[in-house]
């Protein structure tokens, strides 16, 4: 690998440990595992209660028909009921992955102001104070 080949290495990695791009894969994990759950949430417990408040609508049946069905052919249409559920999925992820990344940020900054324990005397300063210790007593 010439001089370019490891500049741009160094440069990589140096972008990949940056701590925005770790809160973004953490951002991608979360948002993952979270979302079978969370779109069970919104689809089977919020949207069904919603409908209800809403007069007993269902969501998944909302749509917009453009073309309808004649014979063989289906119907066109626009089901912006299912886009509703997928904003309501969107923001409860986004959500959990706010609350998230606010926890390790306030970890991170508990353990930055932590104060450093003073550093351990060398050992000639511990020779130096028998030494001035001894001085003293006589």
């Known amino acids: 690998m010439g001089k370019k080949g490891v500049g741009l290495l160094k440069e990589f990695k140096e972008f990949a440990l940056k701590g925005n791009v770790i809160d973004l894969a953490v951002g991608v994990i979360i948002g993952g595992a979270f979302g079978k759950i969370v779109s069970s949430l919104v689809n089977d417990l919020l949207m069904p209660a919603i409908g209800v408040l809403l007069g007993g609508v269902n969501f998944t049946e909302l749509k917009y028909v453009i ?52 550093p351990a005397p060398s050992q000639e300063a511990v020779l130096l104070e028998e030494i001035r210790d001894l001085l003293k007593d006589r």
């Open 67 to 118: 073309t309808p069905a004649s014979g063989d052919i289906a119907e066109s249409a626009i089901y912006y009921g299912s886009f509703i559920q997928s904003v309501v999925d969107f923001i409860i992820i986004a959500l959990a992955v706010f609350f998230f990344i606010k926890l390790l940020y306030i970890r991170k900054k508990k353990v930055e102001e932590a104060p450093p324990a003073p």
